[in-house]
């Protein structure tokens, strides 16, 4: 089945302690990219890659960092999340710029 | 700077069409989207239409763009209960790269039975 697998669904931690959100899709495409949704403000890009190699920032990528270093994964990395980083966490991945993303069912993460 | 905007919510008795509105930024936008997200899960791509459309049937539902007035609308006909759902617009402005969907605030869509 195509689709993007997300990891963990849940996660709890604490401020200041490094923690990845792995990401991964079995389409072959080119395009991913990371949005968190909080409520009354829709989903915000917070980075994307174009190829393996291949990042950029999104609209919000202040305290995250990603890497693309297989085709397939794009790890969401957060080295010392803070309280107002707790948040609904979607990956999502496209074949090309212009088609629509298919979604993973996203990360809830809580940070305390 | 500006925001597509949606209604927040929208409430509808089963088998009445739902009209959900979308007033989005950038005119240039090639591409224009709606998602559905349903509870627990993450988005579901619906439908798209290209700027050089003005409208779009697929099944139960329509898509309408009007680009003078940068509005987009999905009308879901004989909407039924496995409707409810969020449903958010997106759109690719021209001016910041193919990557970069912007989305609405999302309208809640519930169905009465």
């Known amino acids: 089945e195509a689709q993007v697998t997300q990891n963990p669904r849940y996660l709890i931690t604490v401020t200041g302690k490094k923690l990845t959100v792995t990401c991964s899709q079995n389409?072959?495409?080119?395009?991913m990219s990371w949005y968190r949704q909080d409520p009354g403000l829709g989903l915000r890009q917070i980075y994307y890659?174009?190829?393996?190699?291949?990042?950029d920032k999104g609209d919000v990528p202040e305290g995250y960092k990603v890497s693309r270093k297989e085709k397939r994964n794009f790890p969401l990395i957060l080295e010392s999340p803070s309280p107002n980083q707790t948040s609904l966490y979607f990956c999502?991945?496209?074949?090309?710029?212009?088609?629509?993303?298919?979604f993973g069912s996203g990360t809830r993460l809580t940070v305390v | 700077g500006e925001d597509v905007e949606q209604s927040l919510f929208l409430s509808v008795r089963e088998g009445d069409s739902s009209v959900i509105n979308c007033t989005y930024t950038?005119?240039?936008?090639?591409?224009l989207y709606w998602y559905k997200q349903e509870p627990g899960a993450g988005l579901q791509l619906l439908t798209y239409?290209?700027?050089?459309?003005d409208m779009k049937q697929d099944q139960r539902l329509t898509v309408l763009l009007n680009k003078k007035d940068k509005h987009l609308s999905l009308r879901i006909a004989d909407t039924q209960t496995g409707d409810s759902a969020i449903y958010f617009c997106?759109?690719?402005?021209?001016?910041?790269?193919?990557?970069?969907?912007?989305f609405g605030t999302g309208t809640r869509l519930t169905v009465i039975p």
């Open positions: 950038d005119s240039s936008s090639t591409y």
């Open positions: 999502a991945s496209s074949p090309s710029p212009i088609g629509g993303y298919t």
């Open positions: 239409i290209f700027s050089n459309m």
């Open positions: 389409m072959n495409h080119e395009y």
């Open positions: 997106a759109e690719i402005p021209s001016q910041t790269g193919a990557n970069n969907l912007f």
């Open positions: 890659s174009m190829n393996v190699e291949v990042t």
